[in-house]
């Protein structure tokens, strides 16, 4: 039987957000593909549209000729269309799409999307943070997303007590934060110097020196120990994925603190192919990280 319009436009959307991730995501790529089919689609799904909403702020618009007062259109104009598509079920645009059908299917309430694009539109109106913004920007940012991806890793599988939820919830928000905090030290140099931005408060990345670069590094790691603490929460597929997600920006902190501030100004740290193998296995032989 052949299949109807809907499930087909459904499929296409999919295959559209698959398309996303392939394109700007390794390391998440990886991970990704270590969960159930149904999963992997709705994290990519997830990913997708976050992707989505950080090119129109990060360049994309801008290096197309847009002016500036479009491109926070443009991002007016995507939330909106975010919002009615997770209530009908419908969008032309694709990956808009195949984010309200994985909202829809998994619990992602509007309450969790709107902080999300609220720091987006933060990007366009701010080049320094203080505390209080720098922790509003992360926790739509990022943390935020983790809840996210939460949704669909416990959409499915046993009930969760409150306690349990509570832990998830946590753990989720603290590796979305790790996730974030571990880009802006290795993409300093893009930030500061392509896109004019200073993430973290009171630092000036023309200067920045061992005792700050440690410091931020600490609260990254602190971040990391509460995510780890999670992880025997979760199902076994979404647990290695996530085990390996944990693994890859664990081993990448460490290469940033052993790497001098200095060159962290100017050279972008990578985790290597064979590093990221070595993560892989450990990950797919459940291994999962120890806490701090």
């Given at each position: 039987m052949s299949a109807g319009p809907l499930e087909r436009y459904d499929r296409a959307a999919a295959r559209s957000s698959a398309v996303v991730i392939g394109e700007y995501s390794t390391s998440f790529g990886l991970a990704v593909r270590l969960l159930p089919p149904r999963t992997r689609g709705h994290?990519?799904?997830?990913?997708?549209?976050?992707?989505?909403?950080?090119?129109v702020v990060d360049g994309v618009a801008a290096a197309a000729g847009v002016p500036a007062d479009r491109i926070?259109?443009?991002?007016?104009?995507?939330?909106?269309s975010t919002y009615e598509a997770m209530g009908t079920g419908y969008s032309t645009n694709l990956v808009v799409h195949a984010?309200?059908?994985?909202?829809?299917?998994?619990?992602?309430?509007?309450?969790?999307?709107t902080p999300f694009f609220t720091s987006m539109r933060m990007d366009l109106q701010r080049a320094?943070?203080?505390?209080?913004?720098?922790?509003e920007y992360v926790d739509g940012s990022a943390e935020v997303v983790g809840l996210m991806c939460l949704r669909a890793f416990t959409a499915e599988?046993?009930?969760?007590?409150?306690?349990?939820?509570?832990?998830?919830?946590?753990?989720?928000r603290r590796l979305g934060a790790a996730f974030q905090k571990v880009n802006f030290l290795r993409d300093l140099a893009a930030d500061s110097d392509g896109l004019g931005r200073a993430y973290f408060p009171g630092v000036d990345v023309t200067r920045l020196d061992e005792s700050t670069k440690d410091r931020l590094l600490d609260d990254i790691d602190a971040d990391l120990a509460a995510?780890?603490?999670?992880?025997?929460?979760?199902?076994?597929?979404?647990?290695?994925?996530?085990?390996?997600?944990?693994?890859l920006f664990a081993e990448l902190a460490v290469r940033i603190?052993?790497?001098?501030?200095?060159t962290l100004r100017t050279t972008r740290i990578r985790v290597p192919d064979p590093a990221k193998a070595r993560l892989a296995a450990l990950a797919v032989a459940g291994r999962l990280p120890r806490r701090r």
């Amino acid at each position: 039987m052949s299949a109807g319009p809907l499930e087909r436009y459904d499929r296409a959307a999919a295959r559209s957000s698959a398309v996303v991730i392939g394109e700007y995501s390794t390391s998440f790529g990886l991970a990704v593909r270590l969960l159930p089919p149904r999963t992997r689609g709705h994290i990519r799904n997830v990913y997708a549209l976050v992707r989505l909403a950080d090119e129109v702020v990060d360049g994309v618009a801008a290096a197309a000729g847009v002016p500036a007062d479009r491109i926070a259109a443009a991002l007016d104009d995507l939330e909106s269309s975010t919002y009615e598509a997770m209530g009908t079920g419908y969008s032309t645009n694709l990956v808009v799409h195949a984010f309200a059908t994985t909202a829809r299917a998994v619990g992602i309430e509007r309450g969790i999307v709107t902080p999300f694009f609220t720091s987006m539109r933060m990007d366009l109106q701010r080049a320094t943070h203080t505390d209080a913004s720098f922790a509003e920007y992360v926790d739509g940012s990022a943390e935020v997303v983790g809840l996210m991806c939460l949704r669909a890793f416990t959409a499915e599988g046993p009930p969760r007590s409150p306690e349990q939820l509570a832990t998830l919830e946590t753990g989720a928000r603290r590796l979305g934060a790790a996730f974030q905090k571990v880009n802006f030290l290795r993409d300093l140099a893009a930030d500061s110097d392509g896109l004019g931005r200073a993430y973290f408060p009171g630092v000036d990345v023309t200067r920045l020196d061992e005792s700050t670069k440690d410091r931020l590094l600490d609260d990254i790691d602190a971040d990391l120990a509460a995510a780890a603490a999670a992880l025997p929460l979760l199902e076994p597929g979404p647990r290695r994925a996530v085990a390996l997600a944990h693994g890859l920006f664990a081993e990448l902190a460490v290469r940033i603190r052993a790497t001098p501030a200095e060159t962290l100004r100017t050279t972008r740290i990578r985790v290597p192919d064979p590093a990221k193998a070595r993560l892989a296995a450990l990950a797919v032989a459940g291994r999962l990280p120890r806490r701090r």
